[in-house]
C-alpha cells in the first residue's frame, strides 16, 4: 500500500468476472470466484473502471458442442487459425453469462462485449481472434485519455493475458495484478502466457502494491 492510481490516465480492465467462469459454471476456472473480494478490495483506488463480458451466441463456432464428434479441449483449425474448442459458456442473456453479483463496481462506467461473431471468437478485449475485427475498446480508452492499465479477472492466460498483450501492442502500459486472476492452465497455456506477457514489457504485480 499504497500508489495513487486515481489518475485520470489510468483505467482497471476487469476480464470476465462473470459465473461462467466461476466454479459451477460452463467453463469453470479453479478459484475463479476467489478474484471477487480481491477486486472489491482494490476497485475504490481507481476511477476509471472498464469490464469485460464474454457473450457468445449459443450456435458460437467456439463450442465443442456445435462441432460433432469433437469434445471439449480439442483444437481445430479456423480461417483464422487454431482455435480450441470450449465447453458452452456465456451464451449471450443467460445467468451463465451474468456478471458476478457480488463485485462492487457500481463506478465502472462501459462493459465491452465480446465474442458475439458466430465464426469468430475473441479472447482479447481489444481485438477478435480473426486479429483484424476490434471491439472499439483502444478507441475509447485513447479517446477518454487513458495511458495505463492494469488487469485482472478470468482467465490469467486466456482472455487475461491477450488483453494485456493486445493493450501493448495499442501503445498502452500493462499492468497484471496477479492475485485478482486465475488461470485456466490448459498444455502449458499458463506458463506461455506469463513468458510472453513478460516479452511484451507487461508488468506483473499483486495486490498489496496497490
Ligand atoms: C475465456 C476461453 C473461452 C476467458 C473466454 O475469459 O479467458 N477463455 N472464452
Ligand atoms: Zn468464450
Not at 470476465?16 to 472489491?40: K, R, S, T
Not at 480439442?74 to 470450449?86: A, K
Not at 465502472?108 to 481489444?126: E, N, P, T
Request: hydrophobic share 45%; glycine share 8%.
Amino acid at each position: 500500500m499504497t500508489a495513487l492510481l486515481i489518475d485520470s490516465n489510468t483505467c482497471l480492465l476487469i476480464v470476465d468476472a462473470q459465473y461462467g467462469f466461476m466454479p459451477g459454471g460452463g467453463l469453470p476456472v479453479a478459484g475463479g470466484d476467489a478474484i471477487v473480494p480481491v477486486i472489491n478490495r482494490i476497485a475504490p483506488r481507481f476511477a476509471n473502471i472498464v469490464l469485460t463480458q464474454d457473450w457468445h451466441p449459443a450456435d458460437h463456432v467456439s463450442f465443442a458442442i456445435n462441432h460433432p464428434g469433437k469434445q471439449p479441449y480439442e483444437t481445430i483449425t479456423l480461417p483464422y487459425g487454431e482455435q480450441v474448442l470450449w465447453p458452452k459458456h456465456c451464451v449471450q442473456g443467460t445467468p451463465d453469462a451474468a456478471l458476478h453479483a457480488e463485485l462492487q463496481v457500481a463506478h465502472a462506467q462501459l462493459i465491452i462485449r465480446k465474442g458475439f461473431h458466430q465464426h469468430v471468437d475473441s479472447y482479447s478485449a481489444f481485438v477478435e481472434a480473426d486479429r483484424r475485427t476490434s471491439t472499439g475498446l483502444a478507441a475509447y480508452l485513447q479517446a477518454r485519455g487513458i495511458q495505463h492499465l492494469y488487469l485482472c479477472g478470468l482467465a490469467t492466460d486466456y482472455c487475461v493475458a491477450w488483453s494485456a498483450l493486445d493493450a501493448r501492442a495499442a501503445g498502452f502500459e500493462a499492468t497484471v495484478i496477479e492475485d485478482a486472476c486465475r488461470a485456466i492452465d490448459l498444455n502449458g497455456s499458463l506458463a506461455k502466457a506469463w513468458a510472453d506477457m513478460a516479452a511484451a514489457g507487461v508488468e506483473r504485480i499483486t495486490s498489496d502494491q496497490i
